[in-house]
């Protein structure tokens, strides 16, 4: 099954000035599938999975995340769905860099105070299947850029989502890191079936997706 529908999608940003950055957009994605998404720098990448993961609405169009249409749900709406649903990894991870790895990926969950024992076990877990158990109590500045990555990984699987959306998760990595993030994400994406989204400029990683997508100037060039 889809678990993500794009119809139609047009997104235009400016009032006097208007750019159009997606051009009658159509994707569905299957669940449990590990999908990469290339192009040049502007042609719209990050719009596109910014709407996915519905941090951004469409101009017009439909965005069906799990069956649920979301492009006209309101802000409560689809921070439950985000939270439930849907794990974000960045370039810039933004970790809190006075806090412990272990803490980070804490945060989040503190915040919104849910049961601290079994949440500290879940994070506990998640250090481990990150190949972090060594170091999560070390403060995620004196962490290595690959190490912060994978507490980033850790911190969006805490609540288990079925979808991550990754936008250059690698961006900031030498090429052994980006081998070594690209597998652990790969593993997740194998053993959980969750299903990935991933922008990224390196060509080494895109091509080992399931499926490899090319946006350009807001329209899919290539879909493979
Ligand atoms: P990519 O991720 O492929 O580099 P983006 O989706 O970030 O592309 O940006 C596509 C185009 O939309 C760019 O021309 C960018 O300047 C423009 N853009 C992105 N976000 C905004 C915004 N919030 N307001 C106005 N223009 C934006
Ligand atoms: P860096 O090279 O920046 O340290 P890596 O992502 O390569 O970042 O590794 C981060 C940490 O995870 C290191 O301590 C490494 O030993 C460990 N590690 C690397 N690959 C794996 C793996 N496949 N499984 C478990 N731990 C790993």
């Given at each position: 099954a889809d678990i993500i529908k794009l119809k139609n999608i047009n997104k235009i940003y400016g009032n006097q000035v208007k750019t159009?950055?997606?051009?009658d957009l159509s994707l569905d994605i299957k669940e449990g599938s590990f999908t990469s998404i290339i192009g040049?720098?502007?042609?719209?990448k990050s719009t596109l999975l910014n709407i996915v993961g519905t941090l951004d609405k469409p101009t017009s169009g439909e965005v069906i995340i799990d069956g649920k249409r979301?492009?006209?749900?309101v802000k409560n709406e689809l921070a439950a769905l985000r939270n439930k649903t849907i794990g974000f990894i960045f370039q810039?991870?933004?970790?809190?860099?006075?806090?412990?790895a272990l803490e980070n990926v804490l945060l989040p969950n503190n915040i919104m105070a849910k049961s601290n024992k079994e949440t500290k076990a879940r994070a506990e877990e998640l250090m481990q299947l990150v190949g972090l158990e060594k170091v999560r109590n070390n403060l995620s500045s004196n962490m290595s850029g690959g190490q912060q990555q994978r507490t980033a990984i850790a911190r969006a699987l805490m609540n288990n989502p079925r979808i991550i959306l990754a936008d250059?998760?690698?961006?900031?990595?030498?090429s052994d890191s980006t081998e070594n993030i690209y597998n652990l994400m790969r593993d997740i994406n194998k053993k959980f079936g969750t299903t990935f989204v991933i922008i990224t400029h390196d060509r080494r990683i895109a091509e080992k997706a399931d499926r490899i997508i090319e946006i350009k100037d807001g329209r899919i060039a290539l879909d493979i």
């Open positions: 159009q950055v997606l051009h040049q720098s502007g042609s719209g979301t492009d006209g749900m810039f991870h933004y970790l809190l860099p006075e806090f412990t250059e998760p690698t961006g900031n990595l030498d």
